[in-house]
């Protein structure tokens, strides 16, 4: 009739009698009497209460509960972080009631309506980093120069900057887009077009954008820089498309500008600021190229013999004024005679002169 039961300091003994909840036995030494009397011991250091007696225990002996467990209950829409001893142990998802063992340590929670503050708190997302998916929420860490887009169950709610965010995944279903803000650059390689006159050219392109409106960035556009690289694209095939080979090639800066408004225009209305555009390479086919060389060589010959008639023509000119300027002026004459006397004299070592100045100027000279 009677039975001597024994709780260790680590233990709470269910007393089940008749199939029905009876009592809670602490550290001690006990004796039940009766009988169909059956005991279910648990471990105090574990966290939670698992037994199938959970609910009879909190409807029908409250205050009994109270004594040795934290009851935590949620509703449909909240969560709850529980502590232990200060530290964040757990977080309780919606719509559950947890019985926490209190034992040798102190339990405390605290209940967040995650759907009506869906955002986690800063002081707990360092914490729900350590508990994983058991944090039951959704982190993202913005690094600067980026852009976070935050959207709760479909909808755009948040843009935040550089940092780290956690945003509650139960009951509502967050989102987490990340859009690069800083300045790139988007190559487009190897456009062929077709100019005016039927010639075949091959344009590269590139381009330096930012995105300044990342909701609508997002929300118009699929992929921002695929967009753009097809603007460009159609926007330099209708700019050279309607010039001809020597305008395209006389006419760079102007063709530039062009692509540039076109492009611009269309890209704002997606939140997207294109800052540079330039056409960096224009290739012709080889035959056109050869073509092309051969026209330069040509003008540049041209431009040459011109050049050289105009210095011969200056030079007869020049000696023709001062053939003028001698037959009227003897002592002219005579000057020049010594200028030539005098380069002729820097190229020997010996001149010898018969009678005179004027051998020198009008007879033989003998040079050694």
Same mark, same amino acid.
């Given at each position: 009739?009677?039975?001597?039961?024994?709780?260790?300091?680590?233990?709470?003994?269910? *007393?089940?009698? #008749?199939?029905?909840?009876?009592?809670?036995?602490?550290?001690?030494?006990?004796?039940?009497? +009766?009988?169909?009397?059956?005991l279910e011991r648990h471990n105090t250091r574990q966290l939670v209460l698992a037994s199938e007696w959970t609910d009879t225990l909190v409807n029908q002996h409250?205050?009994?509960?109270?004594?040795?467990?934290?009851?935590?209950?949620? %509703?449909?829409?909240?969560?709850?972080?529980?502590? =232990?001893?200060?530290?964040?142990?757990?977080?309780?998802?919606? +719509?559950?009631?947890?019985?926490?063992?209190?034992?040798?340590?102190?339990?405390?929670?605290?209940?967040?309506?995650?759907?009506?503050?869906?955002?986690?708190?800063?002081?707990?997302?360092?914490?729900?980093?350590?508990? =994983?998916?058991? +944090?039951?929420?959704?982190?993202?860490?913005?690094?600067?120069?980026?852009?976070?887009?935050?959207?709760?169950?479909?909808?755009?709610?948040?843009?935040? =900057?550089?940092?780290?965010?956690?945003?509650?995944?139960?009951?509502?279903?967050?989102?987490?887009?990340?859009?690069?803000?800083?300045?790139?650059?988007?190559?487009?390689?190897?456009?062929?077009?077709?100019?005016?006159?039927? *010639?075949?050219?091959?344009?590269?392109?590139?381009?330096?954008y930012e995105i300044v409106n990342g909701a609508t960035a997002r929300s118009a556009v699929r992929d921002v820089e695929q967009h753009l690289y097809r603007t460009l694209q159609i926007a330099v095939r209708q700019t050279l498309g309607k010039r001809?080979?020597?305008?395209?090639?006389?006419?760079?800066?102007?063709?530039?500008?062009?692509? %540039?408004?076109?492009?611009?225009?269309?890209?704002?209305?997606?939140?997207?600021?294109?800052?540079?555009?330039?056409?960096?390479?224009?290739?012709?086919?080889?035959?056109?190229?050869?073509?092309?060389?051969? *026209? *330069?060589?040509?003008?540049?010959?041209?431009?040459?013999?011109?050049?050289?008639?105009?210095?011969?023509?200056?030079?007869?000119?020049?000696?023709?004024?001062?053939? #003028?300027?001698?037959?009227?002026?003897?002592?002219?004459?005579?000057?020049?005679?010594?200028?030539?006397?005098?380069?002729?004299?820097? #190229?020997?070592?010996?001149?010898?002169?018969? +009678? =005179?100045?004027?051998?020198?100027?009008?007879?033989?000279?003998?040079?050694?």
């Amino acid at each position: 009739m009677f039975r001597y039961v024994l709780a260790g300091d680590h233990e709470l003994i269910f *007393v089940i009698r #008749k199939r029905r909840f009876a009592g809670i036995l602490s550290a001690a030494e006990h004796w039940i009497f +009766g009988r169909h009397v059956e005991l279910e011991r648990h471990n105090t250091r574990q966290l939670v209460l698992a037994s199938e007696w959970t609910d009879t225990l909190v409807n029908q002996h409250r205050e009994l509960a109270a004594r040795y467990f934290a009851i935590v209950e949620t %509703s449909d829409t909240q969560v709850a972080s529980v502590y =232990g001893d200060g530290r964040l142990v757990r977080v309780v998802p919606p +719509g559950q009631r947890v019985l926490h063992f209190r034992g040798d340590r102190e339990v405390t929670f605290e209940r967040i309506d995650a759907k009506a503050e869906p955002e986690v708190p800063a002081r707990l997302v360092s914490s729900l980093a350590l508990l =994983g998916r058991e +944090g039951y929420a959704t982190l993202a860490a913005v690094d600067e120069g980026k852009r976070a887009l935050v959207y709760i169950d479909g909808r755009l709610v948040r843009e935040p =900057g550089a940092g780290v965010y956690g945003f509650w995944n139960v009951p509502s279903v967050p989102r987490i887009d990340m859009l690069d803000a800083r300045r790139q650059t988007l190559e487009v390689p190897g456009q062929e077009i077709l100019t005016r006159d039927k *010639v075949t050219v091959r344009v590269n392109l590139s381009a330096v954008y930012e995105i300044v409106n990342g909701a609508t960035a997002r929300s118009a556009v699929r992929d921002v820089e695929q967009h753009l690289y097809r603007t460009l694209q159609i926007a330099v095939r209708q700019t050279l498309g309607k010039r001809t080979l020597d305008e395209v090639l006389a006419e760079k800066a102007d063709i530039d500008e062009s692509v %540039s408004g076109e492009v611009r225009r269309e890209m704002e209305l997606y939140g997207v600021r294109v800052l540079a555009i330039a056409i960096k390479d224009i290739i012709l086919p080889g035959d056109i190229r050869e073509i092309l060389n051969q *026209v *330069v060589t040509a003008e540049k010959q041209a431009q040459a013999n011109l050049i050289r008639r105009r210095e011969e023509t200056a030079a007869t000119r020049n000696l023709l004024n001062t053939a #003028k300027l001698m037959e009227d002026n003897p002592i002219l004459v005579r000057l020049k005679e010594l200028e030539a006397l005098e380069k002729i004299a820097r #190229k020997v070592e010996k001149i010898s002169v018969y +009678g =005179g100045l004027d051998g020198l100027l009008e007879r033989t000279i003998k040079l050694k």
